[in-house]
């Protein structure tokens, strides 16, 4: 609800506005937030259908008090709220419709050009992701050289920000991003803090920080394809300890209303997950193998949000080739965890140009390049084949076959409905699949070629099938009668 | 020299020969052996020209105090003496001659039959492979059922061995063996002990394994080109401990007077390469990552022998691809190491046959069906071309350029004649390679097609050059002018 407030001093610092929403006996309470002129708002997503009240409390008489209700409908078709953890290692909408993530990255898309902004929406239209990582704060990076179009605090003529103020027009235009992305069914990953900075942002005081955090909080968690990232690489950020991330952390378990998944991202030294706050891992690493050893002590998801780039640079971080991406892809949903995609690709024809300034997926968005997304895609699509319904990936069968890699998902626990079988770089000529209870058809997965081929016959119990005998082939069983 | 005495008792253990061979102020002890029927032998492998003269020493008077001498001539073309640790981390021949390990495996190809045998060395003669990995004792385990032609050890009617004499026609076949490996240029990595047995060769006494050790190297040790593997897998021997292994080590050590290699190789418990009676790491992984850790603790050369096998087994550890095989030589080399293949091919045509005894190369020789022996071929006419000098791969470029794999091969220390790039799965559009000092040509590599392109120009200092963009590529730069 839009609310008229005064527009002098310093509303930003001055103006403590929350209001309550009631549902029967629920009670939530929320912040709401000074959007420049004079205009105060306060935003609220109901988890419940129904008619919920609303009164307002402020330190300023014309806010205080305010009271009204409205009704909260069912859901439209294809709207399954927030995502949450579900059965301990994995993730869920609110509405039980398991979410396998499929995530890529444009750290500091909102900060390209309009054209640039609007090519990446037709781009992620068609595109197999359904979580993005982006940052906030504009980004100060190799390739990334540009001034935003908006800063997220007033500037004075030298360039130096006042971080007792803030810049609505800079929030509002990643909110409508965020509902950019909601429109197409993708999860925003919002990086809160990084430290790839010439402005300022990384080095602010401990008060403007949780004042920055409570402001953002405050205008984007009623938006309901929200992740909040803590930070890219904190440990790069010299002016912080994992103590300050403590703190914000708490500030955002305390201040977020509908308890939005939290993670954190790190360079070399990792953050300690196994922290309340923390609903996730948040992994720079492709070692895949240590897996279980997060999922045994962490008892979270785990996502590898950073396992290099596919791309063509003369960086180590960024020129995967797009069949390793996708294969990493794979590696890690057969350890039971999520990947992140990302692409870091030089145009061909402009690679050598030394005056270029590339448009780089990673993290200006744009065009993908790259050839590992059909690939994630396919895989997206087998893992996701299981249905709306909520689905546990079981671990049976990665126990039992240690020595292949294999994933069990089952609907509410019950029998296996589907076994996923990957043989990375080994090539067996058969394989006796030791299946679980049940009776499955089989079909022959080709990640590369992107093809399904029927096995003929049924199979239980240790079912002996020839294979191809050649690497990166997988195999899908499917539950029948 | 082959002598004449007692065939009475048991001259194995009754008979106790030496004999010290002397040139100038040297001397050198042998033991002798006794090889049946009345006949004894002391080998000898003189390690300078001139005229050595000998003496014997015997607890049997018909043996005792014999005399002789004999002119030693220089070595034949080709003949470069036992190969040697050289420069900390690598391997030469005794003349000084650069031996760079590109190994493979046939466990229990000796006791196979003889038109195998013969098969595989017609096939080793045209394979690309300079190291064997073998048995002396025969193999009991998955695909090896077969009974040796020759026992090490009399049998009596029940099958039960006769640990206190030898079977000299069995261990005068594996000399005919490794005279054979001699002939095709191959350095025989002989394991003395494993752990695949059902004849109790496994679970001798400390006495039993003390003579064996002792009469294998009076027969052995004068072969130049054999190593010493104390065991394969040698963790996997319940009836032993590791100190039952210092001390046999200790034997080997003492017992030969020429100094072979000495290794052993494991399971999952490794043995304490830093004891001094190892002369380099023999690794059953494929954690090239860890290799500056070992090459740093031990200061010793480090041999991946069992990186997984090329093959279509239904095992993880004998289904690699061809090309996965051949990437982890390129990955061990480029970490400064060496790298042995071996290969469990199913012929295709009988792999679902439940009936069929095959015969992989692995174990029982023969031939090779894989594809990696071409590729590993090529990485090492790569590595070899620096010439017959003495050549010191050097460590600079890794260095410098660490997050790319780079090798400088300079000879005798002096500038770097060769550096050799490997890029893995990374596929970088132009790379700026940091060259050590010196003006160098520049040829893309690519281990897959085993193509050799060179790159117009020449190149000195950070040379920034245009690449393919596709993974699993190299680039060559040698010295000019």
Redesign the interface.
């Known amino acids: 609800m839009g609310l008229d407030g005064p527009a002098e001093g310093n509303p930003f610092v001055e103006v403590k506005l929350t209001a309550v929403f009631r549902l029967g006996t629920r009670e939530v309470v929320v912040d709401g937030f000074y959007d420049g002129g004079g205009k105060y708002k306060v935003r609220f997503m109901p988890d419940a259908v129904g008619t919920w009240s609303y009164r307002t409390s402020c330190n300023v008489k014309a806010l205080e008090g305010l009271e009204g209700s409205f009704a909260a409908t069912a859901a439209l078709a294809g709207s399954h709220g927030p995502v949450r953890v579900a059965n301990v290692h994995h993730f869920a909408y609110a509405d039980g419709t398991a979410f396998y993530p499929f995530g890529t990255t444009c750290y500091a898309w909102v900060h390209q050009s309009e054209a640039l902004q609007e090519q990446t929406l037709r781009t992620l239209k068609a595109a197999p992701f359904n979580k993005l990582r982006m940052c906030v704060f504009p980004k100060s990076y190799e390739y990334n050289h540009n001034e935003p179009p908006f800063y997220p605090f007033p500037r004075d003529a030298a360039g130096k920000s006042d971080f007792s103020r803030f810049n609505p027009e800079f929030f509002a235009h990643i909110e409508k991003r965020i509902g950019d992305l909601r429109e197409l069914g993708i999860e925003a990953d919002l990086i809160l803090f990084h430290p790839y900075d010439r402005w300022g942002y990384a080095t602010m005081t401990a008060e403007e920080d949780d004042r920055y955090l409570r402001y953002v909080l405050a205008r984007m968690s009623a938006y309901r394809n929200i992740w909040w990232s803590m930070a890219n690489e904190f440990d790069l950020m010299k002016a912080k300890t994992a103590g300050d991330f403590d703190r914000m952390f708490q500030t955002v378990e305390k201040q977020d209303p509908y308890g939005h998944l939290r993670s954190i991202h790190y360079s070399l030294v990792m953050y300690d997950n196994g922290h309340p706050w923390v609903t996730h891992g948040s992994m720079q690493s492709a070692k895949f193998e240590a897996a279980p050893t997060y999922l045994a002590d962490w008892k979270k998801p785990v996502m590898f949000d950073e396992v290099l780039y596919e ?6 971080w960024g ?3 797009g ?2 991406m996708a294969r990493r892809f794979w590696l890690g949903v057969m350890a039971g965890c999520y990947v992140t995609h990302g692409e870091t690709m ?1 145009d ?1 024809d402009a ?2 140009d030394e005056n270029a300034t590339p448009t780089l997926w990673w993290s200006h968005g744009g065009v993908l390049r790259g050839t590992s997304p059909g690939q994630i895609g396919f895989l997206r699509k087998l893992v996701e084949e299981t249905g709306t319904g909520h689905v546990r990936p079981g671990l049976e069968a990665q126990e039992k076959a240690y ?2 890699n294999a994933r069990v998902y089952s609907r509410d626990g019950k029998d296996a409905e589907r076994v996923l079988y990957y ?1 990375d ?8 699949f030791p299946l679980p209870k049940g009776t499955f058809t089989a079909e022959a997965i080709d990640p590369l070629a992107m093809t399904v081929s029927p096995v003929p016959g049924t199979f239980s119990g240790k079912a ?1 099938i ?1 294979l191809a ?3 990166f082939r997988g195999m899908m069983f499917r539950a029948v009668g």
């Not at 770089?425 to 006796?432: L, S």
């Open positions: 791309g063509n640079l003369n960086r180590r020129n995967l080739s069949d390793e030089l061909p690679a050598m020595y292949m043989f770089d080994h090539q067996p000529i058969w394989y006796e002996k020839r005998g050649r690497p």
